[in-house]
């Protein structure tokens, strides 16, 4: 399998074992502690296979190696998921019935043992501000299809212009196509922005009236809603006005693009209600088009709404309520389990990997390698490696000392300050300090490929067989 069986290993893990235990978890999960933990054990034994790793090795420093979150927090995010999920069917939905409130009725009167999916979902919900309410609900549009008029959306400038171009060419090129093809429409500038904290914003400016729009939207929308939104906000406020000639201009191509889909394949209610405007419209003689722009090269019209969207973040009143479609709240429910994986992580303070891998993510922490060097370098992250200290506490040394410094038998001790080794280590070192490695501290040199120079090392001081 070459020089990535880590990757290649954890792919099959996924694709074949994990798949099959998320499935079906909303209703297995009312099981008793003791079944699911027969769970933990297969995750145990699949990412020790993936990882080589000493049988000793614990699952919690597998699952942040690996970017595995525990299988607890795993299935509370994927039963919120499902919860969300059905909460956007109609009222008579025949699944709806699963999560109306007689089973959580059922758990407070004691007549049902654990908690029902209903309520996992709704109190991981509620612990983080959110509540089942904020979903979309899909309905079928009251208006045929064919009643619809596809707008008009342009793309002129992606095929004039490359990533490559240099900003000021982009920005001229634009204001060429702005200054002459669009001479007499009334020119609107949409966008969107959201933060890292999932606040939400989006504007719309009208440079030549002098009108700049900004609103804060609800938290956890995803940029694209944020900047249909801000289409949505434009065409709406155009009612009152009715000009004959209006270009929108959007640096999102995926909201343009969004634009484009044919009515009948719409599943986004939010989309329909756009539509919807812009027959309004289309039917009191206004003409609409819609034309993509690049962002963040100069355009005067642009960085306006730019801007304006930004400074919308910080507004203490949501003006508008978007409701969440499932892209949105797949990525609430990602962001969920992170959270409470997260919390959970910060526990273990204490853990030789934890100094060097604070912060939790779903990616594998060890980078392409051969595979003595995957189970080389997860071994010395996590410490489950044959020192003395890791073999002390499995029995297998009476001593948890270094023989000849008489101090713990650590990875740092080994790598940085035993006196045992000081001629290999100088050469460590320099190897280093050609990798621009100035700070000799674990989190720096057990990262990414700053490894392959302590590969030479352990080699060279025949501490260990391996
Ligand atoms: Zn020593």
Redesign the pocket.
Same mark, same amino acid.
């Given at each position: 399998m070459g020089s990535n069986k880590l990757y290649t290993l954890r792919k099959i893990y996924i694709a074949l074992i994990r798949s099959k235990i998320d499935y079906g978890c909303e209703v297995y999960n009312t099981a008793s502690a003791s079944i699911k933990k027969i769970l933990d054990k297969v995750q145990t034994q699949s990412l020790r296979l993936c990882t080589g790793s000493m049988k000793s090795a614990s699952l919690k420093a597998l699952q942040v190696e690996m970017g595995d979150p525990p299988y607890e927090i795993r299935r509370k995010a994927l039963i919120t998921k499902s919860f969300l999920n059905i909460s956007t069917f109609e009222n008579n939905h025949p699944a709806k019935k699963s999560i109306q409130d007689t089973a959580t009725f059922e758990f407070y009167s004691k007549t049902v043992k654990r908690k029902p999916f209903t309520l996992i979902a709704k109190d991981t919900l509620k612990g983080n501000n959110f509540s089942e309410n904020n979903v979309v609900i899909y309905r079928e549009s009251p208006i045929p299809p064919w009643h619809f008029t596809v707008p008009i959306v342009n793309t002129y400038l992606k095929d004039y212009i490359s990533k490559k171009d240099l900003p000021h060419l982009i920005k001229s090129e634009a204001n060429i196509m702005i200054d002459t093809q669009y001479k007499h429409h009334l020119k609107i500038f949409t966008d969107g922005s959201k933060d890292p904290n999932s606040n939400a914003g989006c504007a719309f400016v009208i440079p030549e009236l002098k009108i700049n729009k900004g609103f804060k939207l609800n938290n956890h929308l995803s940029i694209f809603m944020c900047e249909l939104t801000a289409i949505y906000l434009c065409i709406s406020w155009l009612q009152d006005f009715l000009p004959f000639n209006v270009v929108i201009f959007v640096d999102s191509l995926s909201a343009l693009q969004a634009l484009k889909i044919p009515l009948n394949k719409i599943r986004n209610q939010f989309l329909l209600d756009i539509h919807f405007l812009l027959r309004s419209l289309y039917h009191s003689g206004t003409n609409i088009i819609f034309e993509w722009i690049p962002s963040h090269v100069g355009i005067q019209g642009n960085e306006l709404a730019d801007f304006h969207a930004k400074q919308a973040l910080s507004f203490q009143n949501i003006y508008i309520f978007v409701p969440l479609f499932k892209d949105d709240f797949k990525t609430l429910c990602k962001n969920l389990m992170k959270k409470m994986w997260q919390e959970e992580w910060d526990k273990e303070k204490d853990r030789a990997l934890y100094q060097i891998s604070p912060k939790i993510n779903f990616d594998i922490k060890i980078p392409k390698m051969s595979r003595y060097k995957e189970r080389l370098i997860f071994k010395l992250r996590t410490g489950y490696i044959p020192l003395n200290k890791h073999l002390y506490k499995i029995g297998i040394s009476d001593t948890k000392l270094? +023989? +000849?410094?008489?101090?713990e +038998?650590t990875v740092e001790?080994?790598l940085l300050?035993?006196?045992?080794?000081n001629t290999e280590r100088s050469i460590l070192f320099d190897s280093l300090r050609k990798l621009q490695i100035q700070n000799f501290q674990l989190k720096n040199i057990l990262t990414g490929y700053n490894f392959l120079p302590i590969d030479t090392y352990v080699k060279s001081t025949n501490r260990m067989i391996l």
């Open positions: 270094c +023989e +000849e410094c008489r101090v +038998e001790h080994f300050h035993c006196k045992l080794y």
